[in-house]
């Protein structure tokens, strides 16, 4: 199977201004088309070439031969998945409610608590990674990884992720990776999408 570049499931611009066209043009267009192309590349021909996504990244999770392969499917669908916890028309709703707005206070004390250690958690990667909510065993965690790996081959379930290689946010932060955590959770993350996985993480 040809795995596809998806597209953003909103407008280049609309982002702005906390993120820009030019980064989204350069973090969806170039850096997130290259790790499909390059997955493309890597798997055809061979036995993964019918497998799905999730497949390959279980198959080629922590096998020394695979690390390239590896890498490329984590970042396809670490990218896929971080353009969705992003929402613009969240704008003015930066919590929580519901189900899991219960579930963090139970789980972490409280949302102010979650939101210190999701910042910590991507302030603390050091060089490129990404940080989580994820569900671990039927509690909410914060965990980081780096470069490509993700929870998915770790047991854990994603919730929420955020992008803190520089390619996210160079462009409009520089070096200010504290700036972006905070406008990333203050303004952009898109909760309903959240709480649906996690409500669909209970499900499994
Ligand atoms: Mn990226």
Avoid at 160 to 180: F, G, I, P
């Amino acid at each position: 199977m040809t795995h596809t570049l998806p597209a953003l499931p909103y407008g280049i611009d609309a982002l702005e201004p906390y993120i820009s066209s030019q980064t989204l043009t350069f973090h969806h267009g170039k850096h997130h088309s290259a790790y499909v192309d390059k997955l493309n590349e890597l798997v055809k021909g061979s036995d993964l070439n019918n497998k799905s996504l999730e497949e390959i990244l279980v198959f080629t999770f922590n096998k020394p031969s695979d690390v390239v392969l590896f890498n490329n499917a984590a970042q396809v669908w670490n990218h896929s998945f971080y353009w969705k916890c992003m929402n613009p028309k969240t704008k003015g709703k930066p919590n929580p409610d519901g189900t899991l707005a219960k579930k963090i206070n139970e789980d972490f004390g409280s949302f102010e608590s979650f939101l210190d250690q999701f910042k910590q958690a991507g302030m603390t990667q050091f060089g490129s990674g990404w940080a989580w909510l994820v569900l671990d065993n039927g509690k909410l965690k914060v965990t980081k990884t780096s470069n490509a790996d993700l929870p998915l081959v770790h047991g854990q379930q994603a919730l929420l992720t955020m992008d803190v290689w520089e390619h996210a946010y160079y462009l409009d932060y520089q070096n200010r990776r504290a700036e972006y955590i905070n406008v990333y959770l203050d303004k952009l993350v898109d909760w309903d999408f959240v709480e649906a996985n996690y409500l669909a993480a209970l499900g499994n």
